[in-house]
């Protein structure tokens, strides 16, 4: 019997190249092209008062990453370990989970107050709060009525 090979779809290419663009754009040319094993995905959001950045990294110690805020440049670094133990006589018909080294970097467009910096980490979820700074939160101007 032949061995079927599951393809990308068309759909599931473009997004990663999309992925990969996206990243280029970002700044994160030498993450793309270090040694890293896989990458986590992330969510980067803009509120009035800071930037929120959520990233999935699910089945990792929070005490296995890094996270670094310096010169406009959020970095987050760590490392995935496979702990199970092969199991003997097992047919594996695919394996897609990934392991190793990961880093992700973000430019931060505007100045952010470093000493307010939060991270969290709950449920495979690593939230991080930006508190921007008083001069780049900006400031609603009241509309007088004469």
Same mark, same amino acid.
């Given at each position: 019997?032949?061995?079927? &090979?599951?393809? =990308?779809?068309?759909? !599931?290419?473009?997004?990663?190249?999309?992925? @990969?663009? +996206? /990243?280029?754009?970002?700044?994160?040319? =030498?993450?793309?092209? *270090?040694?890293?094993?896989?990458?986590?995905?992330?969510?980067?959001?803009?509120?009035?008062?800071? #930037?929120?950045?959520? $990233?999935?990294?699910?089945?990792?110690? =929070?005490?296995?990453?890094?996270?670094?805020?310096?010169?406009?440049? %959020? !970095?987050? /670094?760590?490392?995935?370990?496979? *702990?199970?133990? +092969? +199991?003997?006589?097992?047919?594996?018909?695919? *394996?897609?989970?990934? #392991?190793?080294?990961?880093?992700?970097?973000?430019?931060?467009?505007?100045?952010?107050?470093?000493? %307010?910096?939060? $991270?969290? @980490?709950?449920?495979?979820?690593?939230?991080?709060?930006?508190?921007? !700074?008083?001069? !780049? /939160?900006?400031? $609603? &101007? =009241?509309?007088?009525? *004469?």
């Amino acid at each position: 019997m032949k061995e079927v &090979i599951p393809t =990308p779809t068309f759909s !599931t290419l473009r997004k990663e190249v999309d992925r @990969f663009l +996206e /990243r280029m754009r970002e700044g994160d040319a =030498p993450e793309l092209l *270090s040694s890293t094993d896989w990458i986590p995905n992330v969510d980067f959001a803009e509120k009035p008062e800071a #930037y929120v950045v959520k $990233a999935e990294i699910p089945g990792i110690d =929070p005490k296995d990453i890094e996270v670094v805020y310096e010169n406009g440049l %959020l !970095t987050i /670094r760590g490392q995935k370990v496979k *702990s199970e133990t +092969e +199991e003997k006589g097992a047919r594996f018909y695919r *394996s897609e989970r990934s #392991y190793g080294a990961f880093a992700r970097n973000l430019r931060i467009p505007t100045a952010v107050d470093d000493k %307010l910096i939060t $991270a969290t @980490f709950k449920h495979g979820l690593l939230t991080i709060v930006l508190p921007k !700074t008083a001069e !780049t /939160r900006g400031q $609603a &101007i =009241p509309i007088k009525i *004469s």
